[in-house]
T-cell receptor, first 112, second 109 residues
Framework: DQQVKQNSPSLSVQEGRISILNCDYTNSMFDYFLWYKKYPAEGPTFLISISSIKDKNEDGRFTVFLNKSAKHLSLHIVPSQPGDSAVYFC???????????FGSGTRLSIRP | NAGVTQTPKFQVLKTGQSMTLQCAQDMNHNSMYWYRQDPGMGLRLIYY???????DKGEVPNGYNVSRLNKREFSLRLESAAPSQTSVYFC????????FGQGTRLTVV
């Protein structure tokens, strides 16, 4: 049973527009959420995180929103750039030291 | 500035052979993890270690064993490799966010 779900395998966005990647989770005990970006043949790299005590966290072009009642989080990238083309993984954990469960990823393509 | 180092980067095994994937981190993190990545499946947790001396099963532990040798090192062992274990394996360490190694691409024929 998937505890972290990314239902869109792929997303195509025009350069300069907003990219919105979505993620749902089933376990209400998760209290820390992370987004990772992955290029081919490289390890995932951390993008941004959010604690369950917040509903929004912003870092430059990246903003993560958390809706605890809906068990849903989203990553907004504004404006989208060609270098943002990659696979994005949503992840969740119970605490900063526990296991981290990942979603299946969304492949984002930024078109000119 | 090494971060998380995995060896080897590539490996081809025959069915039934054994091997150990090595992972070391130099960030003094307590928690370490082993994941596998397969097409369409994302990153699935095999085993993790919350601190030196402890290990716990993740989502897909069958066919694997781990050793947390010390705070720096966390190894993953395949005792009898099977074609279903063909995958890309990632090691990670963590305080708040996890840092990943570059991965080991394993093919079992």
């Amino acid at each position: 049973d998937q505890q972290v779900k990314q239902n869109s395998p792929s997303l195509s966005v025009q350069e300069g527009r907003i990219s919105i990647l979505n993620c749902d989770y089933t376990n209400s005990m998760f209290d820390y959420f992370l987004w990772y970006k992955k290029y081919p043949a490289e390890g995932p790299t951390f993008l941004i995180s959010i604690s369950s005590i917040k509903d929004k966290n912003e870092d430059g072009r990246f903003t993560v929103f958390l809706n605890k009642s809906a068990k849903h989080l989203s990553l907004h990238i504004v404006p989208s750039q060609p270098g943002d083309s990659a696979v994005y993984f949503c992840a969740a954990s119970y605490s900063s030291a526990s296991k981290i469960i990942f979603g299946s990823g969304t492949r984002l393509s930024i078109r000119p | 500035n090494a971060g998380v180092t995995q060896t080897p980067k590539f490996q081809v095994l025959k069915t039934g052979q054994s091997m150990t994937l090595q992972c070391a981190q130099d960030m003094n993190h307590n928690s370490m993890y082993w994941y596998r990545q397969d097409p369409g499946m994302g990153l699935r947790l095999i085993y993790y270690s919350a601190s030196e001396g402890t290990t716990d099963k993740g989502e897909v532990p069958n066919g694997y064993n781990v050793s947390r040798l010390n705070k720096r090192e966390f190894s993953l062992r395949l005792e009898s490799a099977a074609p279903s274990q063909t995958s890309v394996y990632f090691c990670a360490s963590r305080e708040k966010q996890a840092f990943f190694g570059q991965g080991t691409r394993l093919t079992v024929v």
